[in-house]
């Protein structure tokens, strides 16, 4: 029996802003064959993903994909990078007449709170091409002013002669009432049939709020035509039935479902490698963790207690994304970042990158004048020696990494390695400050936790983050470079639906009835208890093949922001929000009266995370510990010697007590004095500071 007649292959792709990461595993197993990683493309982003895919099933000695197609979940950076870049479709925004300036106007809020100019992102749809329609509904769905026929023609007309690709329809209240984006919506499709990408609110975003409502919309108009290009590819390439994407929010979605709302892969990737470090935390009988994923250009960080947390309050390109998603936040800060100095000539590191093309000064691509980025830094000071490979074959080059890093020290008047090492911890500060907006921020006191350091660069930083920020361990999961690949392979097919209430609820201490039957919410849920039947029965799921999640969003009257509070489990949902509100905001009251803003539905499969396998022991006959070399490493005063091990010559229960570079195929973590670490079982490696032990 020959290896292709032993595996199911399936194939988890993340494609980042630097490399493109591949994992394959055995679907009857659920555990991992081969891997393989390598630079993406991103002038063609399918390129890297058709071509990794090629190459690793000929590393894992299975046929072509042509002869026996594998299935693959991928997590897209497609519709992000659209937005980022501002390479987006031409596009028009269609909203009730008096309020086309909705994009403009936004909100309030000031992000830079200091600076004298506000520097706002510009709006993704030129003001030419907001169109306004004259109709009205009120918030309850009354009708106040009929949409004429006249006005549907005039849209119809003008959205023909402005000759645009994607269209997003957000009326003032059609959350309420649908009825008038159904007509235009309706209108423009016969009208303009496939030449049309339309994007209406109240089959994306049946919710209040018209400036997030429209946001949301507009961004997935925006990214909707090089998106559709983009599946379709992949789809012709590999069969569409083959193919899930992986969501912002944690699950898989068919093709289908993403090219009609691409907006839901903003977070695809970064998602992934949400769930594979809480899985590698389970593994490790660990319960609070939080994720630290440092690749090429960004940092992502999220905080499991134990499972993930969603949130409605995300953002892309600088707009607001009210769809679930994984809360994380995300930083310009990566191994691709670039070092550069202020008009102050101070130093600086971020958010610009090198990328892929050319990367860093130390991957031999970067033509005329060097830039130094982070990855460059770790090359001066030893972190990364000459003879390693990142990925497959891209060998260092310490040559120009040590040119790009002296010329910025010598404009800077500092030394080499004073240099380097700045470059680092300056990084280092960016994503402290990340790790602290989704812990200290939101009430969380993040020493108690461990750190889970994955991407290709997570591991260079993890153990120093840590100390900055107080916590005492860090455990580096098997493939750490190419976890979010892994954890897309474990998510389940998710879809969540929701539907506005604005109902008024009496103060806590005239408790009458149960949240959950009051009529308008017992009807929410039917309606969407159906959708959700609807999405799960494409998916072949039924009955104990699917899990239901109910919660509402509750807040006090006259608040402005609400807390999503779940309806199931044990528990009074009001005492849970009062809870919640007393943790977040220091108070709670049982004597106001409440208002109950959206009910929420989500329905997902059963996740099948990855099985790891367990480590041998190390015995007599295979040594006291694993075969290491000696390094030389410079810590920006002076040239220390550590010691550096191969990750696949460990075993389990080996113990590392001096300071440490640990290498292997997807990543490189260093492990600095006054830290110790151990082996686990399966192969994970916990470290410590010290005098924590």
């Not at 023909?160 to 209240?173: C, K, N, P, Q, T």
């Not at 679930?324 to 202020?342: C, E, K, N, R, Y």
């Not at 690949?485 to 879809?495: E, N, Q, S």
């Not at 075993?651 to 290498?663: F, K, N, S």
Request: a neutral charge; glycine letters at 10%; one cysteine or more.
């Amino acid at each position: 029996m020959n290896a292709s007649t032993r595996i199911r292959p399936r194939i988890g792709i993340d494609t980042g802003g630097t490399f493109t990461d591949l994992v394959l595993v055995d679907s009857r197993a659920q555990r991992v064959v081969a891997t393989f990683k390598l630079l993406s493309t991103p002038d063609d982003p399918a390129r890297a993903v058709l071509d990794g895919m090629d190459r690793l099933l000929t590393k894992a000695g299975l046929p072509p994909r042509r002869e026996q197609p594998p299935d693959v979940v991928h997590g897209s950076t497609v519709a992000t990078n659209a937005l980022l870049e501002r390479k987006t479709s031409r596009t028009a925004f269609v909203t009730t007449a008096g309020f086309e300036d909705t994009l403009a106007l936004a909100r309030q809020d000031r992000p830079d709170l200091y600076a004298l100019v506000p520097d706002r992102p510009a709006t993704p749809v030129a003001s030419e091409r907001c169109l306004g329609v004259e109709e009205r509904v009120a918030f309850d769905g009354r009708v106040l002013r009929p949409l004429e026929q006249a006005s549907v023609d005039r849209l119809v007309a003008r959205v023909r002669e402005l000759g645009v690709e994607s269209l997003a329809i957000s009326l003032l209240h059609g959350y309420a009432n649908p009825e008038h984006e159904r007509r235009l919506a309706d209108a423009l499709r016969a009208a303009l049939g496939d030449a049309l990408h339309l994007t209406v609110a109240h089959e994306l975003l049946p919710e209040y709020r018209e400036y997030e409502r429209a946001a949301t919309c507009v961004v997935n108009a925006v990214v909707a035509p090089r998106m559709v290009r983009y599946l379709h590819r992949l789809g012709e390439a590999l069969g569409e039935r083959r193919l899930r994407i992986m969501g912002s929010h944690g699950g898989t979605l068919p093709p289908a479902v993403i090219r009609s709302a691409p907006v839901r892969t903003v977070l695809s990737g970064p998602a992934g490698g949400v769930l594979g470090a809480a899985e590698v935390a389970r593994a490790a009988g660990v319960e609070r963790v939080i994720s630290f994923d440092m690749g090429g250009t960004s940092t992502d960080v999220a905080l499991c207690d134990p499972a993930p947390r969603l949130t409605s309050e995300g953002e892309a390109g600088g707009l607001p994304v009210r769809l679930p998603m994984i809360d994380m936040h995300t930083v310009g800060a990566g191994g691709g970042s670039i070092a550069w100095l202020d008009p102050g000539g101070a130093l600086r590191v971020g958010p610009q990158s090198a990328g892929a093309d050319p990367g860093p000064a130390c991957y031999g691509r970067q033509r005329g004048e060097p830039t130094a980025t982070v990855t460059d830094a770790h090359v001066v000071l030893g972190h990364l020696p000459a003879d390693l490979s990142l990925g497959e074959s891209l060998a260092i080059d310490r040559a120009a990494a040590t040119a790009a890093v002296q010329a910025i020290a010598d404009r800077a008047g500092l030394g080499l390695h004073q240099a380097a090492l700045g470059i680092l911890r300056i990084a280092e500060a960016t994503m402290a400050r990340a790790v602290q907006r989704i812990s200290l921020q939101r009430g969380r006191d993040p020493r108690p936790y461990t750190l889970v350091p994955f991407g290709g660069a997570g591991g260079l930083h993890a153990c120093r983050l840590a100390e900055a920020l107080g916590m005492t361990r860090v455990l580096v999961p098997n493939h750490p470079g190419l976890l979010s690949a892994v954890g897309m392979l474990g998510a389940a097919p998710k879809y969540t639906f929701s539907q506005a209430l604005l109902l008024s609820v009496p103060p806590i201490a005239e408790r009458r009835i149960a949240l959950a039957d009051l009529p308008a919410v017992r009807e929410a849920f039917a309606t969407l208890g159906m959708q959700a039947d609807g999405a799960m029965a494409d998916e072949g799921l039924h009955g104990q093949q699917r899990i239901d999640q109910r919660a509402v969003d509750l807040r006090y009257l006259g608040q402005s922001y609400e807390l999503t509070i779940s309806l199931d489990g044990d528990g009074d949902p009001l005492d849970k929000f009062l809870a919640e509100h007393e943790r977040l905001y220091g108070y709670a009251s049982t004597d106001k009266p409440l208002e109950l803003v959206a009910a929420r539905l989500q329905t997902a499969g059963v996740e099948r995370p990855l099985r790891f396998a367990t480590l041998p022991a190390r015995t007599a006959s295979t040594g006291h510990g694993p075969p290491t070399t000696t390094v030389h490493v410079h810590d920006g005063q002076r040239e220390q010697r550590w010691r550096m091990v191969a990750r696949d010559d460990l075993q389990a229960g080996d113990r590392l007590d001096r300071p440490t570079i640990i290498r292997e195929y997807s990543a490189t973590t260093l492990m600095p004095p006054g830290w110790t670490g151990e082996v686990n079982a399966t192969g994970q490696l916990l470290l410590q500071r010290a005098e924590a032990v």
